[in-house]
């Protein structure tokens, strides 16, 4: 499980550097995809190769950037019933995964790669995070992330 407790600012850094110490290439791995969880995305999404081989969640090193580029500022986030994503969210994605609901989402527009969504609701925010499909690399990894504000029930 990866975690993060620092600004938002050194995340990209940080993971970038764990990376290098565990003598990876760019990628931090959240955990492995359960049984249950591949069958259900080889259906989604077409890839049979994630029923049938050891799929991981992970984080690439240069998504910390995309999502605080486009869903860290809160005076853009606030229109859109969002709020800006912070380092703290990041720590929110096992979570998001193992309790969140898995459903497909649709394809990468700059590779064409099946996409997955994870949705977890946590008190008054929804956590959305949608993970990209390599199947060369035998993974889903972070695509982008963002908060959703709920109103109180």
Request: hydrophobic share 40%; net charge negative; aromatic share 6%.
């Amino acid at each position: 499980m990866i975690t993060i407790q620092i600004n938002d600012c050194e995340v990209r850094d940080a993971l970038r550097d764990e990376a290098a110490r565990r003598g990876m290439d760019q990628y931090i791995t959240i955990g492995l995809l359960a049984r249950a969880e591949s069958e259900a995305i080889a259906r989604m999404t077409g890839v049979e190769a994630v029923a049938r081989e050891m799929y991981d969640w992970t984080v690439n090193a240069d998504a910390p950037r995309h999502i605080f580029g486009e869903h860290g500022d809160e005076t853009v986030e606030a229109p859109r019933g969002q709020r800006a994503v912070t380092a703290a969210d990041y720590t929110r994605l096992p979570a998001a995964i193992l309790n969140g609901a898995i459903e497909d989402g649709g394809r990468s527009w700059r590779t064409k790669n099946p996409l997955v969504r994870a949705r977890w609701v946590d008190g008054e925010e929804e956590i959305v995070a949608v993970f990209e499909a390599i199947g060369g690399r035998r993974m889903l990894t972070l695509d982008t992330m963002y908060v959703i504000r709920r109103r109180p029930r």
